[in-house]
């Protein structure tokens, strides 16, 4: 069985620049870029907020349910998605076995990188942890540069398909995220 995880390149400045900046502009572009988004995240009626009230309440910095922090993952992610690039999805095995093989995969290649730090460390910026999906995480700009020779020179020749496969993915991403100024990658794992 395989989960899937969403990954942006953000870059920080914007990002960090953006929460709690009561920026009324800001706020009505990324609620008419992530419209969709966010209605088809926001069809539980059983909620105290929308995610799109989530996501104004990150930028004018005023959080009203620490308990809702899944809604606050989700209006990251549309945040992430509206000031970032999204990078290609990468499909992860349910199996914290695959994940630890993984990562260890990594440290021989001497890739300084972990998938599970990805998937789990937490988002980059402070907002209600989420206690269930969306799970956060994220490499920081010096992480992600300091992964490019390695995975430049990477040999994948002993690695099983799936593991190629995802590290192909990675490399993919540093490639594309060196390339825009101060950006992380952050991601979202379901």
Excluded at 34 to 54: M, P
Excluded at 100 to 123: H, K, T
Excluded at 139 to 149: H, K, L, N, Q
Aim: proline share 5%.
């Amino acid at each position: 069985m395989s989960s899937l995880l969403q990954v942006y390149a953000v870059p920080l400045y914007k990002l960090n620049v953006l929460m709690g900046s009561r920026s009324e502009k800001s706020l009505n572009a990324i609620l008419l870029l992530q419209q969709d988004f966010l209605l088809r995240i926001s069809n539980d009626d059983e909620e105290e907020i929308t995610c799109a009230q989530a996501l104004a309440e990150l930028v004018n910095g005023e959080v009203s349910s620490e308990h809702l922090g899944h809604l606050y993952g989700y209006a990251l992610q549309a945040i992430c998605a509206a000031i970032g690039k999204r990078l290609p999805d990468l499909d992860v095995v349910s199996s914290l076995d695959w994940i630890n093989e993984f990562d260890q995969a990594l440290a021989q290649q001497q890739i300084p990188l972990s998938l599970m730090s990805l998937m789990y460390c937490g988002p980059p910026v402070a907002i209600p942890r989420p206690d269930d999906f969306p799970f956060i995480g994220g490499w920081t700009p010096e992480e992600v540069a300091a992964a490019v020779a390695p995975l430049d020179a990477m040999n994948t020749d002993r690695l099983n398909n799936d593991h190629a496969e995802a590290l192909r993915t990675i490399k993919s991403w540093v490639k594309q995220t060196v390339e825009i100024r101060d950006a992380a990658i952050i991601g979202f794992y379901y």
